[in-house]
């Protein structure tokens, strides 16, 4: 079984390899998924990839599809009800610290999004 030696690059410097290790992938996948939901444009993205990991437009596409289809898997592994309970507990804290520094619009708009969240009251424009 032949393992494959490292190779030099125009300045003599050694290099790995061209595959990645499977601990590798999944950190690159995690980086730019976090990218993703930080709002990153995907342009800044594929050349983030190759600033960093020295890979191919081609291959941070794939990296960014990966990416989003952990996203979607893990929205669709979600329960409603559990998802409704951490919006409400998170509606309720902004409702409390709101309150307590006295920006009464934001209170408003906290206990509005609560009840929203709860069906006691139907979003604006239903």
Same mark, same amino acid.
């Not at 003599?12 to 990645?20: C, E, T």
């Not at 009251?121 to 239903?126: I, P």
């Given at each position: 079984?032949?393992q494959e030696?490292?190779?030099?690059?125009?300045a003599?410097?050694?290099?790995?390899?061209?595959?990645?290790t499977?601990?590798?992938?999944?950190?690159?996948?995690?980086?730019?998924?976090d990218?993703?939901?930080?709002?990153?444009?995907?342009? =800044?993205?594929?050349?983030?990839?190759? &600033?960093?990991?020295?890979? !191919?437009?081609?291959? *941070? @596409? +794939?990296?960014?599809?990966?990416?989003?289809?952990?996203? =979607?898997?893990?929205?669709?592994d979600? &329960?409603?009800?559990e998802? !409704?309970?951490?919006? *409400? @507990? +998170?509606?309720?804290?902004?409702l409390q610290?709101?309150?307590?520094?006295?920006?009464l619009?934001?209170a408003?708009?906290a206990?509005?999004?609560?009840?929203?969240?709860l069906?006691i009251?139907?979003?604006?424009?239903?």
């Open positions: 079984m032949s030696k490292p190779t030099t690059n125009l003599g410097m050694k290099r790995r390899p061209r595959g990645v499977s601990r590798e992938l999944c950190d690159q996948v995690d980086q730019v998924r990218w993703l939901t930080s709002g990153v444009p995907v342009h =800044v993205i594929r050349r983030r990839c190759a &600033d960093q990991w020295g890979i !191919a437009t081609r291959t *941070a @596409e +794939a990296r960014i599809r990966q990416a989003r289809d952990e996203m =979607v898997r893990d929205v669709g979600v &329960d409603r009800k998802v !409704a309970a951490m919006l *409400a @507990e +998170a509606a309720s804290w902004i610290e709101a309150r307590d520094s006295k920006q619009s934001n408003l708009g206990a509005r999004l609560h009840a929203e969240i069906g009251m139907e979003r604006k424009g239903s």
